[in-house]
């Protein structure tokens, strides 16, 4: 997540450990796919198996790159390690489409996730799994891995307002082990999933509405140097928009 928060207020809140986590409702009628990619297919190819056309394309900076790794019976993607050199010159590296209407949910509902792998050494202050827009230019809505913790985050914020609405996991996602993550708003409830479990919720207002023309970024938010790069792997990235 960046510190760059300066003059933007921030509504947060973080579930702390207690009673035993409630699985997560699965809706009746889920959202219209907009974007799904799972990496299994030809190298240097990423195509959106939505069928939308939403086809990735790699950018990078300082000799940053992805390369695919066996997860299950297909492959994920692993991103640059972290890096203890200046920003300036460590590997930077996203996956990105154009910007497009349909990745737009406006006040409708959205989800999106990640299947992650993220070892506990692996960790910074905040690193950005998939998003559309920026905090502090735009409306946004993103996944990411907040602090040394490693815990998965949510976030929203709308196009009028700098508002920015983020609920944290209560448990860590960065062990070594692959989890699916995911956010979901339904409504005025953004929550945090772990593995299919709600580990944090938030209220939202019901006008919340997420439109920009930036594009779908995927293990980064560019490939400049302050760009919260991810250092685990990714596999089966998804969003659905309704």
């Known amino acids: 997540m960046r510190s760059r928060w300066l003059g933007v207020l921030v509504v947060a809140v973080t579930f702390v450990a207690g009673p035993a986590p409630v699985r997560a409702a699965t809706p009746d009628v889920p959202g219209a796919v907009m ?8 190298a ?16 990078s ?31 930077h590296v996203a996956l990105q489409s154009p910007s497009t209407p349909d990745l737009n949910p406006g006040t ?4 999106y996730g990640a299947d992650v792998l993220l070892a506990p050494g692996q960790t910074s202050k905040g690193q950005n799994i998939v998003q559309k827009g920026y905090s502090t230019t735009s409306s946004q809505w993103k996944l990411q ?6 815990r ?9 307002k700098p508002f920015i609405r983020v609920v944290t996991s209560s448990v860590t996602a960065a062990d070594g082990r692959w989890h699916a993550l995911a956010c979901r708003r339904t409504g005025t409830t953004l929550a945090v999933y772990l593995d299919g479990v709600v580990r944090g919720s938030v209220v939202v207002p019901a006008n919340l509405s997420v439109t920009n023309s930036r594009p779908l970024s995927i293990g980064a938010k560019g490939a400049f140097p302050d760009n919260d790069q991810f250092n685990g792997a990714l596999d089966n990235v ?3 928009v309704g």
Request: hydrophobic share 40%; net charge positive.
């Open 35 to 42: 974007a799904r990619y799972t990496f299994n297919g030809r």
């Open 44 to 59: 240097g190819s990423i195509v959106d198996e939505s069928g939308r056309g939403h086809t990735l394309s790699v950018i």
């Open 61 to 91: 900076g300082q000799g940053g790159s992805v390369r695919p790794v066996v997860h299950g019976q297909g492959a994920a993607l692993a991103f640059p390690s972290r890096c203890a050199a200046r920003a300036s010159i460590c590997p």
């Open 108 to 111: 409708r509902d959205i989800a």
């Open 145 to 150: 891995i907040d602090g040394v913790a490693g």
């Open 152 to 160: 998965p985050s949510c976030v929203l914020v709308d196009h009028r």
């Open 238 to 240: 998804w969003v659905e």
